[in-house]
C-alpha cells in the first residue's frame, strides 16, 4: 500500500476493519507491506518490481530470524 494524508495504517488496525466487515479470516492477508511510492513501468505499476522487493525483503527478515 501507498501511505495516503490520514496518517498510517498498522496491521492490527487492518484486520480490525476486516472483522468488522466479516470478511473471512483465510482470507486476510499474512503481513502489510507499505511503501512510500511504487515502481512503474511507463504509467502503470510494475507488478514484477513490486513481487520482487516483496520476496527479497520476506527472505532477508527470514534470514534475520
Known amino acids: 500500500m501507498t501511505p495516503f ?3 498510517s495504517l ?7 476493519f476486516l472483522k468488522e466487515k466479516k470478511l ?3 482470507k486476510w ?3 502489510l507491506e507499505l511503501a512510500s511510492d511504487l515502481p512503474l ?3 502503470k ?10 520476496v527479497g ?3 532477508s ?3 534475520a530470524g
Not at 498498522?10 to 480490525?16: L, N, P
Open 57 to 59: 525483503r520476506a527472505a
Open 61 to 63: 527478515v527470514e534470514q
Open 10 to 16: 498498522s496491521f492490527d488496525e487492518m484486520v480490525a
Open 24 to 26: 473471512a479470516p483465510y
Open 41 to 43: 513501468r511507463g504509467d
Open 45 to 54: 505499476i510494475d507488478k514484477q518490481a513490486v513481487k520482487e522487493a516483496i
Open 5 to 7: 494524508s490520514r496518517g
Open 29 to 31: 492477508p499474512e503481513r
